[in-house]
């Protein structure tokens, strides 16, 4: 992809920043997925007062990507206030393995202009795949 479309893919991720409802964490959180055929799918994370309802950014823009039918991915660009680039956590590590490879490459950007890149697979070299699913005893 280029370097213009990368851009794009940060400007989404940091207008859905703009959407977070964070009041809780006060950490507001915006993400921008990329398809194989270019299309964008924007999530923020959403607190909830029953504070384990909360959902990361990743894991709303991926959603939103699958309820569209969209099956690939190449790029998920996360956006956040913080003073250093934050991965993804685990559970939206786990989540973005169960549609994407591990080449997915995952940018993370700073308002303050910090930011990093990684596979998915260096984040979770490991993940839980449906293949393990076959060796169950039942
Ligand atoms: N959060 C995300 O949206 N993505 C992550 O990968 C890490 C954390 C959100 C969850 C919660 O709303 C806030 O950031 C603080 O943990």
């Known amino acids: 992809m280029t370097r213009q479309a990368d851009h794009k893919l940060r ?16 950490f507001p959180v915006g993400a921008a997925l990329r398809a194989g055929n270019g299309a964008v799918f924007q999530g923020c994370n959403v607190e909830n007062a029953s504070y ?14 699958i309820i569209t039918g969209a099956g690939t991915f190449d790029c998920i660009a996360i956006a956040t206030e913080a003073e250093e680039p934050a991965p993804p956590c685990g559970a939206c590590l786990q989540v973005l393995a169960e549609f994407a490879t591990l080449d997915l490459k995952v940018h993370s950007y700073c308002r303050n202009g910090a930011e990093a890149s990684w596979s998915l697979g260096s984040l979770l070299p490991h993940p839980f795949t449906a293949d393990l699913l076959t060796t169950g005893t039942t």
Do not use: M, N, Q, T
């Open 11 to 26: 400007d989404a991720a940091f207008a859905a920043l703009e959407r977070s409802h964070a009041p809780y964490s006060g």
């Open 52 to 65: 384990g309802l909360g959902i990361c950014a990743e894991r709303v823009a991926v959603f939103s990507a």
